[in-house]
């Protein structure tokens, strides 16, 4: 499939030359390739078609399906901890979820019929995986290699912009325990997982009590003989968020489906409250304490064992790892055929797993909930103009700027990349987010003649220097091991400083002051031929600017952001913690008021 252009009624521009031909602002030609077709390169491919004309967009996706890791994590009872009415993007309710917390499966579907109704699939190309992208000297952009992986035939591809959707929950890790390659009973991974392994009346090995083996363990327990549970680290298990598990009636959808504004009340209510956690992250607050305090008495009445109890109760904060509500997980731990050996594997053999305890202990299947590789260094070669490969810039420590970009790396944009709030509230929130920063920057490429922009190293440095800084009041810089770091006292490179809506506001506007930008010939060739875009459009009121009345929208930010988020409307909102307890505010700055 070549190209899937968006329809437009312009004509492909590509120098300064023939933009003096035409009117201000002209919308030449850009070429977008974006690797991933997960929810955010799904988005993209969305907000493109709506929001764009004269743009060719290609989204090259490794596997042969859409949706991303909702497509890959299918391992037994696979599911989000977020309410499911507000894990889908702001503008694309679903009536009728069957449960408060739904399967990865029922995601998938979300998000597969996402693409479907607004003809996503169009733009991509399944199976196909992106090996390397360099920087074009002579275009500019990047030459993308890609592998067809039905045939082995390896692409290249060019583009102006390469936007990075791969997502940083996706590069799954086999554990780094030597033998690993001389197990000769069945062998899975979480994220990887083989649907045609039948578990029932084998003994099981799990590695691991992450999110993904604490969902794993009480889902598999009932059906298989035996599980040998090996756990090396302490961890918090949250209850649920707020909400507790609970299938909807077929009334409750049909409300949600015909009541007007019932469905919206009951989501904003739900992300009132998950944005209502965020002090829950900051230590020495009443909040974090009271967490912490009601999570302990609560792992102390759900594993009933002193043995476990001191091995599996963090004394690291609350919130230091990624909190899971561990529906059945800490009970399961209890039963009569789970066995939990607490320490390092030292290695594997051809039966199962040696501990440093000594003991050999055999399995027929081995499930590896190991995670992922959270490096952020992208999977395949990113060589900038100057050849510095980003593989190579990013080893030690991921640097970003504002979780989307790179200095020296111009055109080249990240989805959920370096520090940005993966963990701190909502993710698709920020993913919209961060889609509309992108094409902010798009939008610009495309109408003032520029051929390069990134971010500069200043900036980056900056941003870094401030979100250290801002770390050291949160839990996550304790000493815990946790994918949000490359070590546990390294620096925090998987999350934002500051709460989503946080994030959100500091991403309404690109920063200009923050970009290198090159142009394409003299900087006002934008300009064009003296003629605007209004005398162009023989729809258009050529006297808009003309009123009755001043009905501007607000200039200052301020005026604009009470604008935005509906100030005056709720009577006063408060943070909660998992206790059900309101936050008393003592982590919350107050503004001055003007
Ligand atoms: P993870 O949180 O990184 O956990 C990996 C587990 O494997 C840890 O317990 C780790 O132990 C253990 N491990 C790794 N190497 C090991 C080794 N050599 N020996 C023994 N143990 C080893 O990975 P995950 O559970 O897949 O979760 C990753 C993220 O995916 C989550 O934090 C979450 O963001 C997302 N997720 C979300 C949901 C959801 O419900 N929304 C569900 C699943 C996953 P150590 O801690 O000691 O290193």
Redesign the pocket.
């Known amino acids: 499939m070549a190209d899937f252009i968006v329809p437009s009624t312009s004509r492909p521009e590509t120098d300064a030359e023939h933009r003096l031909q035409g009117p201000i602002h002209a919308q030449r030609h850009v070429r977008v390739i974006c690797i991933g077709a997960g929810a955010s390169g799904l988005l993209l491919a969305y907000k493109l078609q709506r929001h764009f004309s004269n743009i060719s967009l290609t989204v090259y996706e490794k596997n042969p399906e859409v949706s991303g890791t909702w497509w890959e ?1 299918r391992y037994p009872g ?5 309410p499911s009415h507000n894990y889908t993007w702001s503008f694309e309710p679903k009536l009728d979820w069957s449960a408060v917390y739904a399967s990865s499966r029922e995601i998938f579907q979300y998000f597969n019929a996402f693409a479907r109704k607004y003809g996503l699939h169009n733009y991509v190309k399944v199976q196909h995986q992106v090996t390397g992208a360099y920087w074009n000297h002579q275009k500019g952009g990047y030459n993308v290699t890609i592998k067809d992986l039905k045939t082995g035939q390896e692409i290249s591809h060019h583009c102006d912009v390469l936007v990075n959707a791969s997502g940083i ?1 996706n590069n799954w890790r086999w ?3 030597p033998g690993l390659d001389k197990y000769k009973g069945t062998l899975l991974h ?2 990887n997982w083989d649907d045609n392994v039948n578990l029932n009346g084998r003994h099981v090995g799990l ?9 794993v363990l009480p889902t598999i327990q009932p059906n298989v003989s035996k599980v040998t549970a ?4 302490p ?1 918090w298990v949250s209850p649920v968020q707020g909400l507790e598990q609970h299938v909807f009636s077929d009334q409750e959808r049909l409300e949600f489906a015909t009541k007007p504004g019932v469905l919206l009340e009951y989501r904003r209510n739900v992300e009132r409250g998950l944005n209502g956690q965020f002090g829950i992250f900051l230590k020495g607050t009443n909040t974090n304490n009271e967490t912490e305090a009601y999570m302990k008495s609560q792992m102390q009445e759900r594993l009933h064992n002193p043995y476990l109890e001191e091995r599996l109760i963090p004394n690291w904060h609350v919130g230091c ?2 909190l ?1 509500p561990g529906v059945g997980y800490l009970e399961a731990l209890g039963k009569e055929n789970v066995e939990v050996v607490y320490g ?2 030292t290695r594997i053999t051809e039966k199962g797993c040696v501990c440093d305890n000594g003991n050999e202990y055999p399995v027929d299947v081995l499930i590896c ?4 590789d959270t490096s952020f260094k992208p999977r395949f070669p990113v060589v900038g103009p100057n050849g510095k490969n980003l593989q190579d810039v990013w080893k030690e420590e991921a640097q970003s700027y504002l979780g989307v970009a790179a200095a020296e790396f111009p055109n080249y944009l990240i989805f959920l990349g370096p520090n940005c709030p ?2 701190n509230g909502p993710v698709l929130s920020a993913i919209e987010c961060q889609a509309d920063y992108m094409l902010k920057l798009i939008d610009r490429f495309q109408t003032n003649n520029i051929s390069q922009f990134s971010p500069k190293q200043e900036a980056i440095d900056d941003f870094i220097a401030h979100k250290d800084q801002f770390m050291q009041k949160t839990v996550w810089n304790d000493a815990c ?3 949000y770091k490359g070590r546990p006292d390294g620096p925090v490179t998987a999350l934002w400083p500051g709460s989503t809506l946080h994030y959100i506001e500091a991403m309404m506007e690109v920063r200009l002051d923050d970009w290198e930008v090159k142009y394409n010939g003299n900087r006002f060739a934008w300009l064009g031929n003296g003629y605007s875009q209004t005398e162009l459009d023989p729809t258009a009121d050529w006297a808009f600017y003309v009123r009755d009345k001043d009905d501007d929208e607000p200039l200052s930010r301020g005026r604009k952001l009470q604008l935005v988020n509906r100030s005056g409307t709720m009577s006063r909102n408060v943070g909660v913690n998992f206790t059900g307890k309101r936050d008393t505010g003592e982590s919350k700055a107050i503004a001055p008021k003007i």
Do not use: H, K, M, Y
């Open positions: 994590n696979c599911a989000c901890d977020v929950l554990p780094a325990i979480t994220a590695i691991g009590n992450g999110s993904s083996g604490i969902q090996f756990i090396r680290e961890t790892r990624r899971t390092e594997i909930a190991t995670g992922f993966i963990g091991r946790s994918w």
